[in-house]
């Protein structure tokens, strides 16, 4: 045990982003001349990545999401809600058929497309998880989006669009290259309370414009869109509503930052 | 309930249906029991859907897991001999059971035993661990859910956390 175990709960809250700005500082204050409580710090983050890659989820059986749904119109319908479901035995055969069906149509266009995007947001949920950790998070820390921006000239071979959000609780807290489906990639962190938020973004393939689509691993959401310039997948472990409004943030920055380019 | 409400319904309900599933079967521990909890739990959620209102600060995912939890645990009142908390094999049989290749053994072997180490914790410690960890609530959210304070959140996390990494090494 650490001879420290009083620090053990406020590590955890610190690693969590749930310890208050003071004892945050304080407490790395110590773990700068506390090589016990480092190690600590460290196995912790070691966990905290096993779990977060190992530890499984579960999707919910598209029968069980059919029934759902069947039992929100039955109430709609009824007006009053239904005890149980009674038609739990009939759902059961239709919403297979159903799902089959589905399957068996759009599996086999599917499958490989997604194989493509699942390996793709797999890496980049690493690459967040892995900015998390001390000291990863921005190899270039600034809120000045012009000193952001010029930071990744020479870098990069694209000039990655920067904006500031501080005035909508968005703040720039950096950017970084990172290393996302075989390629350098510009990373920009912004912030939100205590939640960090990665943006990815490369240069788009022709003509592949679409988006945005969401998904949720392992209690992170992670929206990605394509614009006629750019591929962005956007990641971080802040709810739902306000990662979309963050993402539409920087959707309405870009369409009106577009000056027609002459390629 | 009118039609709009069921889009509200399904806007508000349906984008957390797995992470109520992925709740619900590590409370469980069961495939068939978690269906059955999530089933109940979104009945109940459509009853009293007309008092969620979504207003700044209440998170949709932290109310439907909140009623996920007390669904499964008001099941387990009414199954007395389901109560133990010891892992048992057989429930988590069905995991492997179809995938007899060694191969796919090995490359799930990792995944297999952080779930087995989680399901074997105490349920406090189990779900503050799948709320955090898996689900991403915030403390704050967390204490919502399982109805005790902040502080007690942040004392059964780091002692989860303590636990499961003596049980991985």
Redesign the interface.
Known sequence: MSPHSSY??Q???YL?G?LAAGDARELETHLAQCPDCTRFRD??LE??A???T????????PA??E???A???E??RG?R???H?AI?NLWRPLALAASLAVVALGSWTLARQRAAVDALADDVLASHVRSLMPGHLTDVPSSDQHTVKPWFNGRLDFSPPVYDFAGRGYPLLGGRIDYVGGQPVAALVYGRR?HMINVFLWPAARGSAGGPATR?R????ELHWTTGDYTYWVVS?L??AELQEFAQLLRQADSTAAVPSPR | ???S??AR??AV???H??????LA?YLTRNAQD??DI??DA??RA??YFEGFRGEEGT?A?AWLLTIVRNTAYSARGHRRGEAATEFDETLHSD?IADEHPEAALLRTA??ES??RA?DRLAPEFREV?VL????????KEISDVTGVPVGTV??R??RA??R??EA?T
């Open positions: 053990e709960a590590l955890d809250a969590d749930e196995r912790r966990l905290r096993a779990i977060v190992g530890a499984p989820t579960f999707e919910a059986p069980l999401r029934r759902v749904r039992a929100g119109r109430a709609a007006a809600t239904p005890r479901f739990r205590q949720t392992q209690g992170y959401h472990d709810g739902l | 309930m009118e039609s409400a069921l319904f399904e309900v349906l984008p249906l797995d992470a109520a599933y992925t079967r978690a269906e999530v089933q979104c009945l459509l009853k998170s995912r995991a990792a995944k952080l779930g989680i661990i955090r960890e898996l689900e991403g609530l915030s403390y942040m004392s996390l780091s956390r303590a499961l990494q991985l």
